[in-house]
Nanobody, 124 residues
Framework: QVQLVESGGGLVQAGGSLRLSCAVS????????MGWFRQAPGKEREFVAA????????YYTDSVKGRFTISRDNAKNTVYLQMNSLKPEDTAVYYC?????????????????WGQGTQVTVSS
């Protein structure tokens, strides 16, 4: 059974930092590109960041470039999202997702497995 379990969300003041983790089990982690997406209240889910299987190529949506960093530890089957300089507009439920032999795409329909999400709330 494939499981993606996010953790690390919470309430933080603007300008603060959070580190999200996504622990993956039930699949060969190194075969999957990993992505982070988010969904704010009343909005569609959007791409945040992605990382390729091996080699570490990363991709970000423009609004988080320079503030967020995606990374992975293939030995721990875990992907991370370090979020710095948080803004109220970063408030959302954050989801991790796995894309089999993926390229680190922003297209959510190409991801095969999803976590349940973790809430991030940034107060002004």
């Amino acid at each position: 059974q494939v499981q993606l379990v996010e953790s690390g969300g919470g309430l933080v003041q603007a300008g603060g930092s959070l580190r999200l983790s996504c622990a993956v089990s039930g699949l060969t982690f190194s075969n999957y590109a990993m992505g982070w997406f988010r969904q704010a209240p009343g909005k569609e889910r959007e791409f945040v960041a992605a990382i390729r299987r091996i080699g570490g190529s990363t991709y970000y949506t423009d609004s988080v470039k320079g503030r967020f960093t995606i990374s992975r530890d293939n030995a721990k089957n875990t992907v991370y999202l370090q979020m710095n300089s948080l803004k109220p507009e970063d408030t959302a439920v954050y989801y991790c997702a796995a894309d089999y032999y993926g390229s680190g795409t922003y297209r959510e329909q190409l991801y095969d497995y999803w976590g349940q999400g973790t809430q991030v709330t940034v107060s002004s």
